[in-house]
Nanobody, 116 residues
Framework: QVQLVESGGGLVQPGGSLRLSCAAS????????MSWYRQAPGKERELVAV????????NYADSVKGRFTISRDNAKNTAYLQMNSLKPEDTALYYC?????????WGQGTQVTVSS
């Protein structure tokens, strides 16, 4: 079955960095667009970044532009989210999502907490 497993979350001080990974199995990874979403307590889930199958199109939420970088390695079936200059308002549960015309799949999430 399809599995998306996020890792790399944790507690970091403001201004710090984290790199999230999303390891995919059970699907043809290269045929899926990959996205990162986040959900803070009491808030709706929001799109953070998206990358198309070959990485030809990338887009970010305005709140993370210039600080976060999404990437993928189709040979490793893994997507990444490099997060720099982290702020307390980046605190959330971060999810990866795979989608194409045939399906949508979500990971279980990894917690990111930005606090001093």
């Amino acid at each position: 079955q399809v599995q998306l497993v996020e890792s790399g979350g944790g507690l970091v001080q403001p201004g710090g960095s984290l790199r999230l990974s999303c390891a995919a199995s059970g699907l043809t990874f290269s045929s899926y667009a990959m996205s990162w979403y986040r959900q803070a307590p009491g808030k709706e889930r929001e799109l953070v970044a998206v990358i198309t199958t070959a990485g030809s199109y990338i887009n970010y939420a305005d709140s993370v532009k210039g600080r976060f970088t999404i990437s993928r390695d189709n040979a490793k079936n893994t997507a990444y989210l490099q997060m720099n200059s982290l702020k307390p308002e980046d605190t959330a549960l971060y999810y990866c999502r795979a989608n194409n015309n045939f399906g949508v799949y979500w990971g279980q999430g990894t917690q990111v907490t930005v606090s001093s």
